[in-house]
């Protein structure tokens, strides 16, 4: 999958939140698709390209959104970092510490994106929400990152090698 | 196992990326105030709007399967539009009665209905919403150009407040919603006739708070506006109270409101023209942006309000 197609990708999700639409939810907290996708795009991929999904991603939310230019972006960025530090290595299976990393990138994220929206005003304070929302968010996040991890593995047959090379070699 | 492309490693170029982005971020963010950047996002939105509908006609039958998890579709269109055909006839129950308290009052109130007897309202379509719980917010299809001002009340079709417009550009503008964590609003029980400031919480719900001890507001009491600090007329029903809690010892009960209509759901509302909203700085009802600004009522916005044909005059008032 290009980088031109995670693009797409990106922009029909927030196309999709900024319509309204539905997103997986569960004890207050929802998913943060976009953060989601940017972390595994990292760690799947490269973290290069994961930080231009990051820009467009977040500036497209920006615009579509009540946010100032620039807020998304900031708190979607360290995703990228976070999916992209290779040592990181919990377990001997590739599926279990995305969940994990999914778990403390989106503290960071509503982290950044709560300091910079209270720097603007209007937010809710910032304790307040990290106890109220981001524990549930953090939650949901973990259990939803596996199906994103899947739909970009299975669609990453450009730099996934063969069943067949495999067993060959 | 997954060979990356060159790049997969977070070192020294990609962090320089990674710099050369939050860079950017932070240079758009500081300068997110000049003029270029609302014709920007104005053409954005113009550009987006379609796109979301189109999105939303496709993709609404799949959120609501999902959300709905077991098919029971019919059984809730049926609840959508009773829900509708409630808050409808809910609103204008509330309103009958408080005309009914306004014309039995010798307070004066009536001179204030005799003094507005008709308010011109301007119809809106909500093209965007905002994506997080932080910022509850709805971008609409009426900007600078129809005579749309900031901190103007926006209302729903079946009569109850949503929100204040909180930003304009050109040719839409952003509405702040009654449960975005920073609204404030001065409200009172209809029954208890009990004062207090309704303030947003971040989800569907708002609290109404700074009330009496013995405040005496039940559940199912419908909150109106006060008319308190002058940034909303006085008597137009904001929800309905869905929760009374708290124990004697508590300062003040907690008391929750619920919207009377569904804002997930709304599509069209109605932005009140003839309401000039005044500047009265009364506390935990100036939002951020005004009183950073030092902004006044805005400009009486008849100027260009009667350029689109979508303005229509509602029968009933407000007072």
Same mark, same amino acid.
């Given at each position: 999958m290009s980088l031109a197609l995670g693009a797409t990708w990106v922009v029909f999700v927030v196309l999709w939140q900024t319509a309204g639409l539905p997103v997986a939810g569960l004890a207050g907290g929802h998913a943060d698709v976009l953060m989601l996708i940017v972390l595994v795009w990292a760690y799947l991929r490269s973290p290069r390209q994961a930080i231009a999904l990051a820009v467009i991603g977040g500036f497209t939310v920006d615009i579509l959104s009540a946010h100032a230019p620039g807020v998304t972006v900031l708190a979607l960025l360290p995703a990228a970092a976070i999916g992209g530090f290779q040592g990181i290595k919990l377990l001997d299976t590739d599926w279990v510490s995305p969940a994990i990393l999914a778990v403390g990138s989106t503290v960071v994220f509503h982290f950044i994106l709560l300091v910079l929206l209270n720097v603007q005003?209007?937010?809710?304070?910032?304790?307040?929400?990290?106890? =109220?929302? #981001?524990?549930?968010?953090?939650?949901?996040?973990? &259990?939803? !990152?596996? &199906?994103?991890?899947?739909?970009?593995?299975?669609?990453?047959?450009? #730099?996934?090698?063969?069943?067949?090379?495999?067993?060959? !070699? | 196992m997954i060979r990356r492309k060159p790049g997969a490693a977070f070192g020294g170029r990609t962090a320089l990326w990674f710099?050369?982005?939050?860079?950017?971020?932070?240079?758009?963010?500081?300068?997110?105030?000049?003029?270029?950047?609302? #014709?920007?996002?104005?053409?954005a939105l113009a550009v987006? +709007?379609?796109?979301?509908?189109?999105?939303?006609?496709?993709?609404?039958?799949?959120? %609501?399967?999902?959300?709905?998890?077991? $098919?029971?579709?019919?059984?809730k269109t049926e609840n959508d539009s009773l829900q509708a055909e409630n808050a409808r006839l809910t609103a204008e129950t509330a309103r009958f009665k408080e005309k009914e308290i306004a014309l039995n009052d010798l307070t004066g109130l009536l001179d204030v209905k005799l003094a507005r007897p008709n308010d011109k309202f301007m119809a809106a379509t909500i093209v965007a919403r905002s994506t997080d719980r932080y910022e509850r917010a709805v971008a609409i299809n009426r900007g600078e150009r129809d005579g749309v001002r900031k901190e103007m009340v926006v209302i729903a079709p079946a009569g109850s407040i949503v929100g204040r417009i909180s930003s304009v550009l050109p040719d839409f503008a952003w509405v702040t919603l009654l449960s975005d964590p920073g609204s404030n609003v001065p409200a009172m029980g209809q029954d208890s006739r009990v004062e207090g #400031?309704?303030? $947003?919480?971040?989800? %569907? =719900?708002?609290?109404?708070?700074?009330?009496?001890?013995?405040?005496?507001? @039940?559940?199912?009491?419908?909150?109106? !506006?006060?008319?308190?600090?002058g940034g909303f007329?006085? $008597?137009?029903?904001?929800?309905?109270?869905?929760?009374?809690? $708290?124990?004697?010892?508590?300062?003040?009960?907690?008391?929750?409101?619920?919207? &009377?209509?569904?804002?997930?759901?709304?599509?069209n509302v109605l932005i009140l023209v003839s309401f000039v909203p005044s500047a009265v700085?009364?506390?935990g009802t100036i939002s951020p942006a005004t009183a950073g600004s030092g902004q006044a009522a805005p400009a009486a916005p008849d100027a260009g309000a +009667? @350029?689109?044909?979508?303005?229509?005059?509602?029968?009933?008032s407000s007072r």
């Open positions: 005003g209007g937010a809710p304070p910032l304790w307040d929400a990290m106890m =109220s929302t #981001v524990l549930a968010s953090a939650v949901v996040n973990g &259990l939803v !990152t596996p &199906l994103l991890y899947a739909f970009v593995w299975l669609a990453s047959f450009d #730099v996934r090698p063969s069943r067949r090379r495999l067993r060959t !070699t | 710099t050369i982005a939050a860079g950017f971020a932070f240079f758009t963010l500081i300068f997110s105030n000049l003029p270029f950047f609302s #014709v920007f996002q104005d053409a987006a +709007a379609p796109a979301q509908r189109a999105v939303r006609a496709v993709a609404s039958p799949m959120g %609501d399967f999902a959300e709905h998890f077991g $098919g029971f579709g019919a059984l #400031v309704l303030a $947003g919480r971040g989800d %569907d =719900s708002m609290r109404l708070e700074l009330l009496p001890r013995d405040g005496g507001v @039940k559940t199912g009491e419908i909150i109106m !506006t006060s008319g308190l600090a007329p006085r $008597g137009i029903p904001l929800g309905r109270v869905i929760d009374v809690a $708290g124990s004697d010892q508590d300062l003040a009960p907690a008391v929750y409101v619920g919207p &009377l209509a569904s804002m997930r759901n709304l599509e700085p009364v506390f +009667a @350029k689109r044909p979508a303005e229509a005059v509602l029968p009933g």
